[in-house]
Structure formats: C-alpha cells, structure tokens
C-alpha cells in the first residue's frame, strides 16, 4: 500500500512530529507509515484522514497487485 502522507503533511509545512503529536503518536510511526514500513491500524488511519480534512482513500493508495 502506497501512501500519500508526506505529501500532505508538507502542504501543510506540518513536521513528522508535529503531525505525531496531532495525532497522538511518535513521530517514529510517522516516518515509518510514510516509509511504508508500517499500516496504520482502522482508527488511526481514520485519524489520519481526519486531520487533514480528507478520506481514507485520499490518504491511502492500495496497490495493484
């Protein structure tokens, strides 16, 4: 799954740590959701959408295969 969170985030000129802190995680998942290294559990990837005024499916892109 790709994802479009760093993007966002810098639209917004938002820091990894700034966005944990919205969010309420580290700044560590961050990085590491916006890496691809970690799928954001249902309720955080709600969040996520949230803070940036967006669906899920804005935020998250599956892949083809």
Known sequence: MRNRLADLRAERRWTQEE??????????????IEKGKYDPSLPLAFGIAGVFGCRIEDVFIPDEN
Request: proline content about 0%; overall charge positive; charged content about 20%.
């Open 19 to 32: 966005l944990g802190k919205r969010l309420g995680v580290s700044r560590q998942t961050v990085i590491s």
